[in-house]
C-alpha cells in the first residue's frame, strides 16, 4: 500500500481473496496483477527459506534489548536495525547491486576479480554455519533458475550468477548464501530492489 502511494499516489485496495496465501497476496498487492503460478511458489518458498534461521546478529539484538527489562517493541527495532547491515539481511541487496550492471559471464568474472584484488568481500557468499554451503541456496537457486526461463525472466542475470558461484567455489570455496540467488529471484519477480531486506 505504501509503495504504490508514495511512489504513484495511488490508493489501492488491499482486500484480498479468501484463500490467498501470505505469497499470493503479498504479490497480488506489489504487482497490482495476478502472479503466475511459479511467481508465488518461488515467493512462498523463499519466505520459508528466510523463516529457517536460527541464533543469528539479529535474534541475538533483539535478547540482549529486552533483557535490559526494556519493551518488546524495543528488541523488535534493535533487531530491524540489526538485520539491515549488509553482512546480514541486507546482503540480499547488495548482491543484486554487485549483479545488476554486469551485462555478461566475462564481464561478472571481471568484476569479481577485481574484487579479489581489492580484497573486498562478495555479498552472498558465506556462512557462520554453513560452511561447506548453504542448502537453502540450492533450493532458491532451483526458483532462479525457472524464473530466468519465462517470458518476464532474466537469463543474463541467472547466467552471470552461475559463473559467480562457480569461482568462488573452486577458487575460494565460499559458498553462496539463501541472500544470492534470492536477488535474482526477487528482481525476476520484479521486486525493487530495497524491498529485498524488509522481505526478509
Ligand atoms: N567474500 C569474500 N571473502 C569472504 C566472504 C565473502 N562473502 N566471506 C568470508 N570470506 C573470507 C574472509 O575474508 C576470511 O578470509 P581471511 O581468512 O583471509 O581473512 C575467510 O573467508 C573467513 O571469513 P570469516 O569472516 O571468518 O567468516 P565468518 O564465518 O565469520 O563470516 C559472514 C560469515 C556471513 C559474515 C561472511 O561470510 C560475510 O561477510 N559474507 C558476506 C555477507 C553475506 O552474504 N551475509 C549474509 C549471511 S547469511
Sequence with gaps: Y??????????INTSTGENDSVALNFLKLYKQEIPSELEVKAFDVSLILYAEHD?????????VTVSTLSDFYSGIVSAIGTLRGHLHGGANEAAMHFLEDIKSEDKGEEKLRQYFKEKKL???FGHRIYKNGDPRSIIIKEYSRKLSLTKSGNQNLYKVSERIEKI?????????????YSASAYNQLGIRTDFFTPIF
Design 2 to 11: 505504501w509503495y504504490h502511494f508514495q511512489e504513484y499516489n495511488k490508493r
Design 55 to 63: 541464533f543469528n546478529a539479529s535474534t541475538f539484538s533483539a535478547r
Design 122 to 124: 562478495v555479498m552472498g
Design 168 to 180: 568462488m567455489i573452486n577458487e575460494k570455496k565460499i559458498f553462496p548464501n539463501l541472500d544470492f
